[in-house]
C-alpha cells in the first residue's frame, strides 16, 4: 500500500510533536523565570529586608517585567507563599508526612520537634527577618500566621496520639497542651534559646527535654 503523504492526516501526524515540545519549552522558560523571581525576593528580604520589598525592585532584579511576576505567582501575597514554600522544602518540611503518619506518640514527637528545630536552623537569621517584618506587614503577617496555624494543628494532632496512648495519665487539658507545645516549636522560642546558649544544638536538646516533659509527665 502507497502512502500519500500530501493527504490531509498525513499532514496532522507529521505536524503533531512540534506543539507538545512548545508547550515543554515555555514551561521551562517560565520555571527559570520563576526561579529567578524567587531568587530576588530572597536576597531582598537577605540585604534590605522590608525597605525594598516591592514587585517592581524584585522585577528589576531578576530581569523580568511586573506583568511577569503577576502572571507567575498573582500578587506579592502569592509571591511570599511561594517563596515560604521554598524555605520549607530547602528545610526539609517534607518531613511533616511521614511524622503525621506515625503511630507512636512519643517517636511521633521526637520526630516533631526535630522537623522544627532543622527548619528553624538552617536559614534562621533570615527567618528571623521575616517574623520582624510580619509584626509590621499585613501581608507577611498574614503568610506567617497561616503557616503558625498549621504548626498549631500538628501539636494538637501529636498531643491527641498521647491522649489516645494513655487515657488514664492525662492531667491537664488536651488544647492547653497543644498550645504549650505549638509554644516550644515557635520560631521564637528556639531562636531565644540559640541566643542564650550560643548553640543551635543546645537549643534543640532543651526544646526535646521540654516538650517531651510537657506531653508525658503528670
Not at 497543644?178 to 531562636?191: K, Q, V, Y
Amino acid at each position: 500500500m502507497q502512502v500519500d503523504y500530501h493527504h490531509p492526516v498525513a499532514t496532522r501526524e507529521s505536524t503533531a510533536c512540534p506543539r507538545p515540545y512548545s508547550l515543554t519549552r515555555r514551561q521551562q522558560q517560565s520555571d527559570r523565570k520563576r526561579t529567578k523571581i524567587l531568587t530576588a525576593a530572597r536576597a531582598q528580604l537577605e540585604s534590605k529586608g522590608f525597605v525594598d520589598f516591592s514587585l517592581e525592585s524584585i522585577a528589576r532584579s531578576s530581569g523580568v517585567t511586573r506583568q511577569t511576576i503577576y502572571n507567575l505567582f498573582g500578587s506579592r501575597s502569592g509571591l511570599l507563599e511561594a517563596l515560604f514554600d521554598q524555605l520549607a522544602i530547602s528545610g526539609g518540611m517534607e518531613r511533616m508526612r511521614s511524622v503525621m503518619q506515625q503511630t507512636d506518640p512519643e517517636s511521633a514527637l521526637v520526630d516533631f520537634v526535630d522537623v522544627f528545630c532543622r527548619f528553624w536552623s538552617k536559614d534562621r537569621l533570615l527567618i528571623r527577618r521575616i517574623h520582624g517584618i510580619a509584626a509590621i506587614d499585613p501581608e507577611f503577617g498574614a503568610a506567617v500566621e497561616a503557616r503558625n496555624r498549621r504548626r498549631q494543628a500538628a501539636a494538637a494532632r501529636i498531643v491527641s496520639m498521647f491522649d489516645r496512648a494513655n487515657p488514664a495519665r492525662i492531667t491537664q487539658d488536651q488544647s492547653q497542651r497543644a498550645i504549650t507545645l505549638w509554644a516550644l516549636t515557635s520560631f521564637e522560642f528556639f531562636d531565644a534559646l540559640t541566643e542564650a546558649t550560643g548553640s543551635q544544638e543546645e537549643a534543640t536538646r532543651l526544646v526535646h527535654e521540654q516538650a517531651g516533659k510537657a506531653l508525658t509527665s503528670g
